[in-house]
């Protein structure tokens, strides 16, 4: 899985290749956004991860000549440009998500796992209508919720919640992640917003049940696991 | 001095008074020609009928004579002519010849008979002036058997008369030109006088007295009008650079805290721990504070992008009832967990324009004051409804509330209250809120609930 990370700042792009290398990415480093856009555009990196400010060429743009190219590799944005049309800027240009730095490293792992698994997905022939999760099924459609063949009736949010936790099975979902693609916030409102949904719905999901489906990773965020 | 002078001579005012000036000289001359030449004409022909007139006067008494005997019709007609030059006055000339040689009467010389108009210096004795301006402008006649007369007037008056219409045109092109010129010069030089004060101003401004305006003398004309668009314009940009300088002064003072602690326990660390696992507890801890301390600075960077009206972008038509049904949805179940009982009123509400994501945070920001700065058990409620045309939210708790001498400062930044130093909380939040209160037109008050808070956000009358 080669990841291709422009940035010119040569601390951050450490940083970065350290922590994907450790989880099995090969990374490739281009710290002008001219040298990236001639690694990026043969098209073979899984990921590429652009800096908005680069020398020579400069991040959106380097975005923009990508999918003008018709190179479809998915991008993210890891900027420090973090004002609120910043972002619409960048997902405009064809940024598939956008992370403003200083980042924790597990949230920078969680997007760029959620965005290849995105891009793997699409490949898939037409929308899901239904998700399982070990003995947990959830109907898109009917939106009926079973565990077990015992129905749980959950909420509109929570089913959200549950539906984009179990989506990503298996990979670690942020908090940020799940304010921005649940509530549609790109701001933290603070005090436990999602620790109170999540411990909400893991009372209906998890609770009776032999093993735990909701498990929370600490400093990162939460994984949906059956095991 | 002289720089000065060109100055004036370059400013925009000079430059239109001269061409307009150029202007008006051209047609001044063009205007004076015609008017030359069409009373030159007017006058030679005047002239030319008075000598037509004498020459039918002398052909007639010639004729008269001429079938009964020719003799006495020549000295009729020199009769005629002697009798004029009697009474002559200097301008008129005659002559009466016969053939090339014969000069019978008249006070010319012998001219080469010619019939029709002619015109040449004049040989009479002159009186005044140069010979050169005398011309004789007259009509030459056959009167029959070789009897040639001439009757012409002498042009001197008329060339006189016609110098002086063009001496007036000149002196009156000259004045106009003078006032022209003086009207410029004043002109630019008021003109530059209220440039050099803009000038001037801005200069001061660069030099670092940024409370200099510049002078309007309230004649609503345009430049006073740019001059009072330029100090609306400095007193925006002064209320952003206050914002900044308030932003960098908190910076420096009120984060200088965090980090001293931060630098305290990585101290400690090195000093103390022993083994990794010695370490991992003090790092745990740094990390965190380095976060608090990054968030710290995310909502300073953000409070000054609202207050500088960065975003505008994101403007749209925004229903409150759905905001609060939004915002009420995220905060249930942290009510529910913190043991508040929570309670939310909605009324059809109009729509207002602004900004959704910054409409959320900040009735979150309220809603995450309440749970945090009451105790457990403390009800909480959130409400929408329209007080009369102006849409407005409520937030309102029954705890301890905020006392009146507070209720203005809480919403500065880093502000905190004493009982609050030992909740979470960086005491930016409601900085934030009425920072995006104001970019909406918000008007937001706290008021007492008896007991407890009430908040209320009272949005601008719906459109």
């Not at chain 1, 800027?89 to 980042?103: I, R, S, V």
């Not at chain 1, 959200?160 to 649940?182: D, F, Q, S």
């Not at chain 1, 549609?184 to 620790?195: A, I, M, R, S």
């Not at chain 2, 801890?285 to 000054?304: H, K, P, Q, T, V």
Request: glycine residues 8%.
């Amino acid at each position: 899985m080669k990841t291709l990370i422009v940035e010119d700042d040569p601390v951050t792009a450490l940083y970065v290749t350290e922590g994907l290398q450790k989880y099995g990415h090969v990374v490739c480093w281009a710290p002008t956004g001219t040298d990236g856009f001639e690694q990026a555009r043969g098209g073979d990196c899984a990921l590429i991860i652009v800096d908005r400010m680069l020398p020579g060429l400069d991040g959106l743009t380097l975005v923009k000549n990508l999918r003008s190219h018709n190179v479809q590799t998915p991008v993210l944005f890891l900027t420090t440009m973090d004002d609120l049309d910043a972002r619409v800027e960048g997902l405009n240009a064809g940024g598939d998500d956008y992370l403003t730095k200083p980042f924790a490293m597990p949230e920078l792992l969680a997007r760029a796992n959620a965005i290849i698994r995105r891009m793997h997905a699409a490949g898939d022939p037409g929308p899901q209508t239904h998700l399982r999760a070990g003995d947990l099924e959830m109907d898109l459609l009917a939106r009926v919720v079973t565990r077990d063949s015992r129905e749980i009736e959950l909420q509109q949010q929570e089913f959200k919640l549950l539906e984009y936790l179990i989506l990503n099975a298996g990979r670690i979902v942020t908090r940020k992640m799940l304010l921005e693609n649940v509530w549609g916030l790109n701001f933290d409102p603070g005090t436990n917003v999602v620790e109170s949904h999540i411990s909400r719905l893991r009372s209906k999901v998890d609770r009776g049940f032999a093993s735990e489906l909701i498990h929370t990773i600490r400093g990162s965020g939460y994984v949906v696991r059956a095991d | 001095m002289s720089s000065a002078r060109t100055r004036l001579f370059q400013t925009e005012s000079f430059r239109l008074t001269a061409i307009y000036a150029g202007l008006f000289v051209g047609s001044m001359i063009v205007l004076s020609a015609l008017i030359y030449f069409i009373v030159a004409q007017a006058f030679e022909a005047n002239l030319l009928r008075g000598s037509d007139d004498d020459l039918l006067a002398i052909r007639r008494a010639y004729n008269s004579e001429l079938a009964k005997k020719p003799k006495k019709a020549v000295h009729e007609a020199t009769e005629m002519i002697d009798d004029r030059l009697l009474a002559t006055d200097s301008q008129d000339a005659f002559l009466l010849q016969q053939g090339a040689r014969t000069r019978i009467t008249g006070n010319l010389p012998l001219m080469t008979p010619r019939a029709g108009e002619q015109r040449f210096l004049s040989p009479l004795p002159i009186t005044e002036g140069e010979r050169s301006e005398h011309v004789i402008l007259g009509r030459g006649e056959f009167l029959g058997n070789g009897l040639y007369a001439f009757v012409g007037r002498d042009l001197y008056a008329e060339r006189a008369a016609e110098a002086k219409v063009l001496r007036t045109f000149g002196w009156v092109l000259l004045a106009s030109l003078v006032a022209a010129f003086a009207g410029g010069l004043l002109l630019s030089q008021s003109f530059l006088r209220r440039v050099d004060a803009i000038t001037n101003t801005c200069r001061s401004i660069m030099a670092g007295r940024l409370d200099d305006r510049i002078p309007v003398h309230g004649s609503r004309n345009e430049l006073d009008n740019l001059a009072s668009t330029i100090n609306d314009m400095l007193d925006r940009i002064g209320v952003l650079m206050e914002s900044l300088r308030q932003v960098s002064n908190d910076i420096a003072h009120d984060l200088r805290t965090p980090l001293a602690h931060l630098r305290y326990r990585l101290e400690q660390a090195r000093a103390e721990a022993k083994t990794a696992e010695d370490y991992a507890g003090p790092v745990d801890a740094a990390i965190a504070d380095s976060d608090a301390l990054l968030e710290m600075f995310a909502a300073l960077l953000r409070i000054a992008q609202i207050e500088a009206g960065a975003r505008r972008a994101g403007i749209e038509e925004v229903k409150l009832d759905s905001l609060v049904a939004r915002a009420s949805d995220l905060y249930k179940p942290v009510m529910d967990d913190a043991g508040h009982p929570f309670e939310v009123h909605l009324s059809p509400c109009m729509a207002t324009r602004g900004d959704p994501q910054l409409l959320l945070q900040l009735l979150t920001n309220l809603l995450d004051n309440a749970v945090n700065h009451t105790p457990a058990g403390t009800g909480i409620a959130l409400i929408a409804e329209m007080d009369g045309a102006r849409p407005t939210i409520a937030v309102v708790d029954q705890g301890p509330g905020i006392p009146i001498e507070d209720r203005q400062k809480v919403f500065r930044r880093f502000f905190r209250r004493e009982q609050s130093r030992t909740t979470p909380g960086s005491g930016l939040g409601l900085a934030l809120v009425s920072a995006i209160a104001d970019l909406h037109g918000a008007e937001i008050s706290l008021l007492d609930n008896r007991p407890g808070l009430r908040v209320v956000v009272r949005f601008p009358e719906a459109a």
